[in-house]
């Protein structure tokens, strides 16, 4: 129990969290140190419960409201740029080159969802996920913030585990801000890069 002002004891609310006005400000436990409270500053001053918020003073806060649209049967050229559903990059193989450590890559198996219903299985390796990031740039220059970094290079751990689960998933990212973005997915760079 906390002990207001006035001397009247204020019991705590469900979270275990005093519902005294002056909950936020912080109180000097017994060793003389400052305790303070978990409630943010911006609710310090803003007092509110579910009977003072009312649906008439919440419209009169904001002019426009969330609307939400169902867009299940629009057929619109953008809509139809859609077609992937889900994209995962199940494993990854290294690839020996011809002698020990030279020449050897890795090779990512890829799986996009359609929205047909049928998985398209793809291989790539990382400097085709470059060289796609690469190309987007030139075709939508304006859109280049859509697209999220490639995960980095690097000479010494490119093989190592780890190294390679943190890749894979930045290029699981990449390749679904890239495969569900309307405007990439109906590019002719993107169907090349799936397809060659």
């Known amino acids: 129990?906390?002990?207001?002002?006035?001397?009247?004891?204020q019991p705590p609310n469900e979270n275990g969290l005093s519902s005294s006005p002056h909950h936020g400000r912080?109180?000097?436990?017994?060793?003389?140190?400052q305790r303070h409270?978990?409630?943010?500053?911006?609710?310090?001053?803003?007092q509110r419960n579910d009977s003072t918020f009312s649906h008439a003073s919440y419209e009169n806060r904001t002019s426009n409201p969330i609307r939400l649209e169902d867009h299940t049967d629009d057929t619109s050229e953008q809509t139809k740029a859609c077609w992937a559903r889900h994209v995962t990059i199940d494993d990854y193989v290294i690839i020996s080159g011809n002698?020990?450590?030279v020449g050897a890559y890795v090779v990512w198996n890829c799986t996009v969802e359609t929205l047909?219903?049928?998985?398209?299985?793809?291989r790539k390796r990382y400097s085709e996920f470059d060289r796609l990031r690469s190309n987007l740039i030139k075709t939508f220059p304006h859109?280049?913030?859509?697209l999220p970094p490639l995960p980095p290079k690097s000479v010494i751990s490119r093989f190592r585990p780890r190294f390679l689960e943190r890749r894979k998933s930045g290029l699981f990212y990449f390749l679904n801000c890239v495969l569900l973005n309307p405007e990439f997915a109906g590019s002719p760079v993107l169907k090349e890069f799936l397809f060659s």
């Open 1 to 9: 129990m906390e002990t207001s002002d006035s001397g009247l004891q």
């Open 143 to 146: 859109a280049t913030g859509s």
């Open 26 to 33: 912080g109180k000097a436990s017994a060793d003389g140190q």
């Open 99 to 101: 002698a020990p450590g």
């Open 37 to 46: 409270s978990i409630t943010p500053p911006f609710w310090q001053s803003h």
């Open 116 to 122: 047909d219903g049928g998985p398209l299985k793809i």
